[in-house]
T-cell receptor, first 116, second 116 residues
Framework: AQKITQTQPGMFVQEKEAVTLDCTYD???????LFWYKQPSSGEMIFLIY??????QNATEGRYSLNFQKARKSANLVISASQLGDSAMYFC?????????????FGTGTSLTVIP | DTAVSQTPKYLVTQMGNDKSIKCEQN?????MYWYKQDSKKFLKIMFS???????INETVPNRFSPKSPDKAHLNLHINSLELGDSAVYFC???????????????FGPGTRLTVL
């Protein structure tokens, strides 16, 4: 089974609108971390937001928020007030703790296009 | 001030050659990683390494070998390059989980390898 599933290969959003990028995960580890990364066309990977499995509240970082639904194993990224510069690939990732250290898993990504 | 750096940024070479990509991080992290991103943007972890253990993704051909002279460096050597090795290779680093429950990865700018 896939550890991280992103079912939206591509998404479009109007500038200034909000958009939700979906992510579901699969783990039996009680302690894990969830991350979102942005990859603009320039290619670099930019860390956006983190949610720990024991965190009671949804994470927020500026215009980014993570809608964490533990029972459903989903960790959707919400971008509010979209800007043209938000056009990029977005990757959901999970970190599991193993006896030997961190193990990271990435989803296949969602390409977001912000329309003026 | 660069956190994770990679050299070279671009690498064009002939099939059958041997090449290396260098990675350095100045974040004081103790775990480093190599990822391969193919033309469809899929990120595949190749290696993770801390000062205690090297974890190899078993699907990675043994033509690929990581070499770590110290905690701040993790270089990638590739022998007998093949056409299918063409991709973008990312180096990343993070803190060992006992030092940071968050442990997000910081990525280098990537090295675009083209094998002719």
């Amino acid at each position: 089974a896939q550890k991280i599933t992103q079912t939206q290969p591509g998404m479009f959003v109007q500038e200034k609108e909000a958009v939700t990028l979906d992510c579901t995960y699969d783990t039996s580890d009680p302690s894990y971390g969830l991350f979102w990364y942005k990859q603009p066309s320039s290619g670099e990977m930019i860390f956006l937001i983190y949610q720990g499995s024991y965190d009671q509240q949804n994470a927020t970082e500026g215009r980014y928020s993570l809608n964490f639904q533990k029972a459903r194993k989903s960790a959707n990224l919400v971008i509010s007030a979209s800007q043209l510069g938000d056009s990029a690939m977005y990757f959901c990732a999970m970190r599991e703790l193993t006896p030997t250290g961190n193990q990271f898993y990435f989803g296949t990504g969602t390409s977001l296009t912000v329309i003026p | 001030d660069t956190a994770v750096s990679q050299t070279p940024k671009y690498l064009v070479t002939q099939m059958g050659n041997d090449k290396s990509i260098k990675c350095e991080q100045n974040l004081g992290h103790d775990t480093m990683y190599w990822y391969k991103q193919d033309s469809k943007k899929f990120l595949k972890i190749m290696f993770s390494y801390n000062n205690k253990e090297l974890i190899i993704n078993e699907t990675v051909p043994n033509r690929f070998s990581p070499k770590s002279p110290d905690k701040a460096h993790l270089n990638l050597h590739i022998n007998s390059l093949e056409l299918g090795d063409s991709a973008v290779y990312f180096c990343a680093s993070s803190l060992y989980p006992t030092r940071s429950p968050r442990g997000e990865q910081f990525f280098g700018p990537g090295t675009r390898l083209t094998v002719l």
